[in-house]
C-alpha cells in the first residue's frame, strides 16, 4: 500500500507527470486495475483514457473494470453516502448488498438509559463523521450469541442532555445481560426519525417509548412478510 499525502505538491501535479513520477518511476508499474470513473491529476484531468494512451508509451497495461449497477442505479460510494444520510436504508442495502452495519466493543456509558427504563449498549464511534444520524430499527450480531438480536439504535450526540461526541446506542429487547467488552455488529433496517433535542426527560421517554413500540412493529411485518413469501 502506498499512502500518498494530499498536500498542494501533489494536487498541482498533471496527470501525466502523476503517472510517470509516481506510477513508472516511483512503482515500475506492470499492469494497473482502475475504475472507469476514475479522476486524478490537477483538476482531475487525467482518465481512463489518458492511462490507456500512457500505458502503451511506458509499457504497461490498463485493465478496467466496468460500473456495477443494482436496479437500475450506478452502485458507488456517493450514491450509498446519500441513500444514508437520507434515511433511505432500502436503497442503500440495494447498492451494498447487505444491510449498512457499524460495528465496535460494547463499552461502558453513564447509564443514562438504565435509569430511563431503556438500558444500552454503548460503542463508541472511532471515527470524525458518521454517514447516519437518528433512531433506527437494528439487528445486532452480538459475539456469544448464535441469533440476530431486535433492538432499536441511536446514533447522535444526545441534545436533551447537552450534547457531546456522537455515540451509538443499541437498546436490546428482552435482554438483560452484561456484555461489556463483547464484539457487536449493528445492522440499521429501518429508520424511525431524525434526533432532536426534548425539553424534558419525561417527554423523551414518551418518545423513547414510541420508538420502541414502532420498531416491535416493524419486525412484526418483516417477520410476516418473510411468512407470506
Known sequence: VLCLRFNAA???????????RILVSGLQINHLVAGDDTRFGKNRQGDILLLQTLGKTYGFSVENTATLGRDG???SSTRIREALGAG?????AGLL???YHMSGRVAHGDKRGRSLGYPTANIHLKRRQTPLMGIFAVEVALQGESAYLPGVASVGVRPT????QC???????????????RHAEVYFL????????????????????????????????????????
Open 10 to 20: 501533489l494536487a498541482n501535479l498533471s496527470a501525466e507527470t502523476f503517472v510517470e
Open 73 to 75: 442505479l450506478r452502485v
Open 88 to 92: 433511505d436504508m432500502r436503497t442503500a
Open 97 to 99: 448488498g447487505r444491510a
Open 161 to 164: 442532555f447537552g450534547g457531546g
Open 167 to 181: 455515540l451509538l446506542e443499541v437498546h436490546l429487547f428482552d435482554f438483560d445481560r452484561d456484555i461489556y467488552g
Open 190 to 229: 429501518h429508520k424511525l426519525r431524525d434526533e432532536r433535542r426534548f425539553d424534558t426527560v419525561e417527554a423523551l421517554v414518551t418518545q423513547m417509548r414510541q420508538d420502541v413500540e414502532q420498531t416491535k412493529a416493524f419486525f412484526g411485518a418483516k417477520t410476516q412478510r418473510h411468512r407470506d413469501s
